[in-house]
């Protein structure tokens, strides 16, 4: 089983500045299959990256996946109200089962 | 339009049985990989159980011989039958669809609003 360690547990920032989150891998993960997910209070998680780097539909451009076999990070180059959520990563590669980080919280400073 | 709605949970007794429901709209369950997916309360993401569009299915360890996923294709939805229920079984039961049912499409493209499941005496 792949274990995905996701760093910082919290990140306090205000709107308009840059936040980086970390998603770690135990292995390497299987041709970049990485997602990313955003979670509000109350509410189902909504997919926001996949493959590592590709933005589903109707994701704003500010948020930027990168990175391959063990270390991949979701960027929001600037944050809006909008944005202070929780987020997870994802594998979905190779054989179940299909390991979540710890999620990284990102709360208004 | 894609969507799944969940149905089927509430409280059980520990050690008790439950069924949950996923009703697709839009799209074919056995054209999907279909994930159920958990959340304790105050606690992270778990995968818990899938079943590839071709049939085979996955269970986490720690459902493992206890929870059985299938699907129905006339009704066009996906279950998710749990017995010997325990506490630590306690979570909101998401089911999640795949974009498509190729390698590269097997991300959670729709998630469902969930049904709480709570295991006490």
């Known amino acids: 089983e792949i274990v995905l360690t996701q760093s910082p547990g919290t990140l306090s920032l205000t709107p308009g500045e840059r936040a980086t989150l970390s998603c770690r891998a135990s292995q390497s993960v299987t041709s970049r299959s990485l997602a990313w997910y955003q979670q509000k209070p109350g509410q189902a998680p909504r997919l926001l990256i996949y493959a590592a780097s590709s933005r589903t539909t109707g994701i704003p451009d500010r948020f930027t996946g990168s990175g391959s076999g063990t270390d991949f990070t979701l960027t929001i180059s600037r944050l809006e109200p909008e944005d202070f959520a929780v987020y997870y990563c994802?594998?979905?590669?190779?054989?179940?089962?299909?390991?979540f980080g710890q999620g990284t919280k990102v709360e208004i400073k | 339009e894609v969507q799944v709605v969940e149905t089927g949970g509430g409280l059980i007794q520990p050690g008790g049985s439950l069924r949950l429901s996923c009703v697709a709209s839009g799209f074919i369950v056995n054209r999907k990989y279909m994930n159920w997916v958990r959340q304790a309360p105050g606690k992270g993401l778990e995968w818990v159980s899938n079943?590839?569009?071709?049939?085979?299915?996955y269970y986490a360890d720690s459902v493992k011989g206890r929870f059985t996923i299938s699907r129905d294709t006339s009704r066009n939805t996906l279950y998710l039958q749990m017995n010997s229920l325990r506490a630590e079984d306690t979570a909101i039961y998401y089911c999640a669809s795949s974009r498509g049912e190729t390698y590269d499409e097997r991300f959670f493209d729709s998630w469902g609003q969930g049904t709480l499941v709570t295991v006490s005496s």
């Open positions: 994802q594998q979905y590669g190779g054989t179940p089962p299909w390991t």
């Open positions: 079943i590839y569009a071709g049939g085979d299915t």
